[in-house]
């Protein structure tokens, strides 16, 4: 079981919006903004997508965002496109020190 | 960009130390942390441990008696080592990097599958 809740699965349709969330506790998520959103393709390199809750690295679209609320991060991927059917996953600082991991979230665009 | 590749056997025997190498390319090792996360299948990922360049390292509670992650800068590679491995150490290897200001894994390897079985 992991340390962050996350759906198992979402579904949206190309062009739509949807919301991946991660939700945690007031040791990790609800205490730092240390909160980082990974896109994995099966048998690839998971790839950084958002960190530091809504920062995106060099290179990756403007249609990833992340917010945070309380002990809650949230993934937005607006304007869906086939290519972002991946796995998405969720990491956080916590106030032990070791960073913990959502169990993933299987994104199908429809 | 920063590459990593892991390698390493993929089957491992019970009570034997699992090994598994980290080449870094398009970058020196002599800079940034370096890290393993694990994912067992059907489970979540799960953070092992982290080495400085320096050599200092920082590792998982829950693992940290039976895991050595360290360096080779002569060869541009980390290493990490565990243990008394079990099957309950079966899973999908990964080595990144660390970004620390930010407390982010910001560049990752494929990852490789490591049985641990008789």
């Known amino acids: 079981q992991s340390a962050l809740t996350q759906p198992a699965s979402v579904s949206g349709s190309p062009g739509q919006s949807i919301t991946i969330s991660c939700t945690g506790t007031?040791?990790?998520?609800?205490?730092?903004?240390?909160v980082s959103w990974y896109q994995h393709h099966p048998g690839k390199a998971p790839k950084l997508m958002i960190y530091?809750?809504?920062n995106r690295p060099s290179g990756v679209s403007h249609r990833f965002s992340g917010s945070k609320s309380g002990n809650t991060a949230s993934l937005t991927i607006s304007g869906l496109q086939a290519e972002d059917e991946a796995d998405y996953f969720c990491t956080s600082y916590t106030s032990s020190s070791a960073p913990s991991f959502g169990g993933g979230t299987k994104l199908t665009v429809l | 960009q920063v590459q990593l590749q892991e390698s390493g056997p993929r089957l491992v025997k019970p009570s034997e130390t699992l090994s598994l190498t980290c080449t870094v390319s398009h970058g020196s090792i002599s800079s940034y942390y370096w890290s393993w996360v694990r994912q067992p299948p059907g489970k979540g990922l799960e953070w092992i441990g982290y080495?400085?360049?320096?050599?200092?390292?920082n590792y998982n509670p829950s693992l940290k008696s039976r895991v050595t992650i360290s360096l080779d800068t002569s060869k541009n590679q980390f290493s990490l080592k565990l243990s008394s491995v079990t099957a309950a150490d079966t899973a999908v290897y990964y080595c990144?990097?660390?970004?620390?200001?930010?407390?982010?894994?910001?560049?990752w390897g494929q990852g490789t599958m490591v049985t641990v079985s008789s």
């Open positions: 530091y809750v809504s």
């Open positions: 080495v400085y360049y320096s050599g200092s390292t």
């Open positions: 990144a990097t660390f970004w620390s200001l930010l407390n982010t894994f910001d560049i």
């Open positions: 007031s040791s990790d998520v609800g205490a730092y903004n240390y």
